[in-house]
């Protein structure tokens, strides 16, 4: 399969775009859609000035609103795209999924779908949306590989390795994703404010001891010693690849720990508290509607533009434990990212680029027909060999920590 449409114009766009023109020999043409013309024109402009095309190759900006299946089947059609990376908001998925099975197209996304009029979901959140198209997929046989970022995506493929590699049974998987950088604002978001407040506003579901299990948000905290990172405080928090791992693994207890600073969470509980992250419209003084999380979102900095000043690495991982040959056994794998170094080689900081990266190295491996299975998988599903040993070429090394050390994990050294 060859020819890539990526939906999205925002950070993760940047990222998953640059590394396709890296990689064109393999993945044919790019195109890359979304509302704003500007937005892909400059991420074109981007790829030019740093010289990212591996070969010349076609590289077209175009104006989709992802929401219109049509426009979307007629744009997959018209550029003979074989392959949608969707890295647009969440609410799409599902549009662009419908468009990609009615165009026989692979899809890819990094993030589970959302509907914008409910807050928040109970589980099971890809049962909602994205697993009732799985005989849909199976009967055009397109391959949809859901949630292929860094978490959900790269964590789950870790999870899979490592149950394979290194243990014969597991007790617990805890997911701990730690950004130890800093983009020097007051205060910001790494992504959208809206999808990223939307995480944390509501019940944080863990799964232990083989059931779901509700939290308050910000009710549990844990310390990891994390590589490079160091000491790290967390806090036990929804997210999508728990739904997915639990269903597929079989482990009976999945958490997933991200790590906030006691100043993230101050700024956070007082709009939260003041309710000025509701998304339900107020009326003021003179009269106007207004969306109190619109005008926050509006006065936030863009988070696009904290890219140039962002220091300082991410620590992304899985800690798990379980045993091996009868004993105890305990390993972290995990990948550290630098925020500097991704800015300069694409112009997007660490966590878009430890989102983008996964996704392109998906698309390549279903170009080259390993993961191009024609059906609806989650990462965990797959074989992970091959997807660590790509992104440890393309920029994400991944490394284990144990007993025994720590070293990079090189599954397959010479297969691509
Ligand atoms: P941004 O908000 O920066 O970008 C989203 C893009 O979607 C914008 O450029 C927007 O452009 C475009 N978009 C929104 N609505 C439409 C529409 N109707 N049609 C076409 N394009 C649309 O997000 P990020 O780049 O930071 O993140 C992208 C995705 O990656 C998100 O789903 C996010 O949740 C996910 N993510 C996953 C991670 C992981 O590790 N798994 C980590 C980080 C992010 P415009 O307004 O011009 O249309």
């Not at 509302?35 to 990212?52: E, F, N, P, Q, Y």
Request: with cysteine; proline share 4%; glycine share 8%.
């Amino acid at each position: 399969k060859r020819n890539i449409l990526i939906i999205g114009g925002g950070g993760v766009a940047r990222v998953v775009a640059h590394k396709c023109a890296q990689n064109n020999a393999v993945l044919g043409d790019i195109h890359i859609a979304s509302r704003t013309l500007a937005k892909c024109h400059a991420i074109i402009d981007s790829i030019h000035d740093k010289g990212s095309l591996q070969r010349p190759g076609t590289l077209q900006a175009h104006a989709l609103d992802a929401m219109d299946i049509e426009a979307t089947k007629f744009l997959i059609r018209a550029t003979r795209s074989q392959i949608v990376i969707n890295v647009g908001s969440p609410f799409l998925n599902m549009s662009v999924l419908t468009a990609c099975i009615e165009t026989g197209t692979a899809y890819l996304d990094t993030a589970i779908h959302e509907d914008p009029e409910k807050v928040c979901e109970n589980p099971p959140w890809y049962g909602n949306y994205e697993w009732k198209r799985r005989q849909a997929c199976k009967n055009a046989r397109v391959t949809a590989v859901l949630g292929v970022g860094f978490d959900p995506g790269v964590v789950n493929a870790y999870a899979r390795y490592a149950m394979d590699t290194y243990f014969d049974s597991v007790e617990s998987i805890d997911i701990i994703d730690v950004n130890a950088g800093s983009h020097g604002r007051y205060f910001a978001t790494n992504f959208d404010p809206e999808i990223n407040f939307r995480e944390f506003v509501s019940t944080a579901w863990s799964w232990e001891n083989n059931a779901w299990k509700a939290n308050a948000m910000f009710e549990h905290r844990k310390d990891w010693d994390m590589p490079v990172a160091g000491l790290s405080t967390t806090y036990l928090t929804g997210h999508d690849e728990i739904h997915s791992m639990s269903k597929n693994l079989g482990v009976p207890n999945i958490r997933f720990w991200m790590g906030f600073s006691e100043h993230y969470i101050n700024v956070f509980t007082v709009l939260k508290n003041l309710g000025l992250l509701s998304q339900h419209s107020v009326r003021t003084a003179r009269g106007q509607e207004i969306v109190p999380l619109e005008v926050v979102k509006a006065v936030l900095p863009d988070p696009a533009s904290l890219a140039p000043a962002y220091s300082g690495k991410t620590c992304i991982g899985d800690l798990i434990k379980g045993r091996k040959d009868g004993l105890p056994q305990e390993v972290l794998i995990y990948n550290v990212c630098d925020h500097k170094t991704s800015f300069e080689e694409v112009g997007s900081q660490a966590i878009s680029y430890t989102a983008g990266v996964p996704a392109v190295a998906a698309a390549m491996l279903i170009a080259e027909g390993t993961w191009d299975i024609g059906e609806m998988v989650n990462v965990e599903e797959l074989d992970p060999k091959l997807f660590i040993a790509l992104m440890n070429r393309m920029g994400l090394v991944t490394r284990v920590r144990s007993a025994q050390g720590d070293h990079i994990v090189d599954p397959q050294p010479d297969v691509i």
